[in-house]
């Protein structure tokens, strides 16, 4: 282990660790998948993950930190292990150097305990059945991922301290991680490398269509923009012609994948942006959040459809959720529905002056297209069917909005520490005889669609250079490990 690094160095060894381990392991793979040579012991010894220690030793009082992140709750050693250091270096060096500037903390790094279970260094898994090699026979040589090393106790604050072991430096370790990582691969369809830190979450295919039509014309453009990434590994540049760009397009295999994803990255190293086609229920919403989350996003925000709950609400309006009634139980037992998912103020400012902005409109007349307040998310898509049993309680919440996401994706941000909001479009008014039907979206609706997306970019346009402020103390509990 090598003490006493500075945040720049400890990166740099981190790399250093993890491309020896990573590459021994792949390197024995591919010899086993050839002549069926399994690791010596010597060998399986340098599959570790690597390990970083931060020491904070109190020499009086502690200092006050004003920000959310990169604090101690108190002296001591704190660890966690790190996968893919490269692609994390500019977050870990971000965390390191404010502890090691405001609290004197002494860095270490070295190889951990942890071994790193072989799936997660294959690239695609298409080397599994290569000569007839099984899953199965490879985990009688290699180190397999173990579900009681996978979990989110630090998180949940279901982690419990021993005597001599080192406190939790971030929310996830390096198992959980990569866990996550090839999650995000299977779901969406793209490399999590390619996933933005600004992420748009919709639940349907028409915000999809208007996203691509957007990135099409900033790679047009003189804009940061450079690169869209597709599902299926495509990619449009803004070196290609029209008719290149279009044919890639077109050949996007989207429909293979649970929850498409598209992902515009920036050529001025600044964070680009994220849509996820999430689909319909709270089920894919925590699913994909749980796995994002690893990525520590900037900012992630709920633009989808909703059924209006008022009779002045019009069909195109839209809703910015200031609270959720939460009846989508799948995290009833993580985060109790008692307990309050508080509106970020960051975010629901952002989202109205985005609002105002892109419709040319304030004042009474925003007032008349978006509205504010409390929307129910449930997990029953026919709730309608008992509506003697749901009017009393919405009537109580005095909700203004009803839909399957918007209340799992803000209980998630807040339940993992990522910044969150709401903007959603009204498409039926399931009270007042609007209901949906085949062929129902006019004209108006259509616009709003395009409309409600660019409210959406613009909002983390607004909060881009706001990213201190963002991360909120809201988010964070007192037993918080240091790490955003």
């Known amino acids: 282990m090598e003490h006493s690094l500075s945040p720049e160095a400890a990166v740099e060894r981190l790399i250093a660790l993890y491309r020896d381990a990573s590459g021994s392991l792949r390197h024995c793979l591919e010899?086993?998948?050839d002549i069926r040579q399994p690791p010596t012991e010597a060998e399986r010894q340098q599959f570790r993950y690597p390990g970083l220690w931060v020491e904070?030793?109190?020499?009086?009082?502690?200092?006050?930190?004003?920000?959310?992140?990169?604090?101690?709750?108190?002296?001591?050693?704190?660890?966690?292990?790190?996968?893919?250091?490269?692609?994390f270096g500019r977050y870990l060096i971000e965390q390191l150097t404010h502890l090691a500037r405001d609290y004197s903390a002494t860095i270490s790094v070295g190889p951990s305990e942890e071994e790193i279970?072989?799936?997660y260094v294959l690239h695609q898994g298409d080397d599994l059945g290569r000569n007839d090699v099984t899953a199965a026979e490879l985990a009688l040589h290699f180190p397999i991922p173990k579900l009681a090393h996978v979990g989110d106790e630090v998180a949940d604050g279901l982690w419990n301290q021993h005597p001599g072991q080192p406190l939790p430096l971030a929310l996830f370790d390096a198992v959980r991680v990569d866990y996550s990582l090839k999650r995000l691969q299977h779901y969406t369809g793209t490399n999590w490398q390619a996933v933005q830190p600004w992420i748009l979450l919709t639940n349907y295919h028409r915000y999809v269509d208007q996203f691509v039509k957007w990135s099409l014309a900033q790679l047009r453009d003189q804009s940061p923009?450079?690169?869209l990434a597709l599902p299926g590994g495509g990619q449009v540049t803004r070196s290609m012609g029209e008719a290149e760009r279009q044919s890639i397009?077109?050949?996007s295999q989207w429909h293979r994948y649970q929850m498409p994803a598209y992902h515009l990255s920036r050529g001025d190293g600044q964070g680009g942006v994220s849509l996820v086609n999430i689909g319909v229920g709270p089920s894919n919403a925590k699913n994909i959040t749980d796995h994002l989350s690893v990525l520590r996003p900037h900012c992630w925000l709920m633009v989808g459809h909703c059924g209006g709950l008022r009779q002045s609400q019009r069909i195109g309006d839209y809703v910015l959720a200031h609270?959720?009634?939460?009846?989508?139980?799948?995290?009833?037992?993580?985060?109790?529905?008692e307990i309050p998912i508080p509106p970020l103020a960051e975010v629901q400012v952002a989202l109205q002056e985005a609002a105002a902005r892109v419709t040319g409109e304030r004042g009474?007349?925003?007032k008349e297209r978006l509205r504010t307040g409390t929307v129910v998310t449930n997990d029953d898509r026919n709730w309608e069917l008992r509506w003697s049993q749901e009017l009393r309680r919405i009537n109580l919440s005095r909700a203004i909005a009803v839909d399957m996401e918007s209340g799992t994706v803000a209980a998630q941000g807040y339940r993992l520490r990522v910044p969150y909001g709401t903007l959603l479009c009204v498409s039926d008014k399931p009270?007042?005889?609007e209901i949906k039907l085949p062929g129902a979206a006019n004209a108006f609706y259509d616009r709003a669609v395009g409309e409600h997306l660019l409210i959406g970019l613009e909002t983390i346009e607004l909060l881009r250079g706001n990213v201190g402020q963002l991360h909120s103390r809201k988010l964070r509990s007192f037993d918080e490990p240091p790490f955003r």
């Open 56 to 87: 904070y030793r109190s020499a009086g009082l502690q200092p006050r930190v004003a920000r959310a992140f990169a604090k101690f709750q108190g002296p001591g050693v704190y660890a966690t292990t790190i996968t893919h250091p490269e692609h």
């Open 31 to 33: 010899r086993y998948f």
């Open 323 to 337: 609270g959720y009634l939460r009846q989508d139980r799948i995290l009833d037992s993580l985060v109790p529905p």
């Open 364 to 366: 009474d007349a925003l």
């Open 117 to 119: 279970p072989y799936p």
């Open 249 to 251: 397009i077109a050949q």
């Open 225 to 227: 923009y450079a690169t």
């Open 431 to 433: 009270l007042h005889g």
